[in-house]
């Protein structure tokens, strides 16, 4: 089974994210139709929520949301961050990464 974490802002590229969490999907073995499943399920959550992140942020405001996904031999956990302070440690690590 699956399990894994996806991390997502409002600076987050939906498709990249979506894209990164199908190639994870395909190494790890699991069937096309569970694939299709759960990058679904995370590209209409995720959609809204950097739509939405975008305007909290630019008015100061913060949204936090996690979100539970199971399919067929998969566990995605979505977080989703936006307006939120970042540690020294997390942008240094973002800047290093270029996340």
């Known amino acids: 089974m699956l399990r894994t974490t996806v991390t997502a802002d409002e600076n987050s590229d939906v498709e990249t994210v979506v894209g990164n969490l199908r190639q994870r999907c ?8 569970s694939i299709e499943l759960v990058t ?8 809204p929520l950097i739509a939405n992140g975008k305007v909290l942020a630019a008015q ?7 979100r539970d ?5 998969c566990s995605v956990r979505l977080v989703f961050g936006s ?3 970042q540690s020294a440690w997390r ?4 800047r290093f990464f270029g996340s």
């Open 60 to 66: 100061g405001s913060q949204l936090k949301v996690t």
């Open 91 to 94: 942008k240094a690590m973002n």
């Open 69 to 73: 996904i199971e399919v067929d031999g």
């Open 40 to 47: 679904t399920a995370v590209l209409e959550i995720l959609t």
């Open 83 to 85: 307006g939120v302070p």
């Open 26 to 33: 395909e190494r790890d073995g699991l069937p096309l139709p």
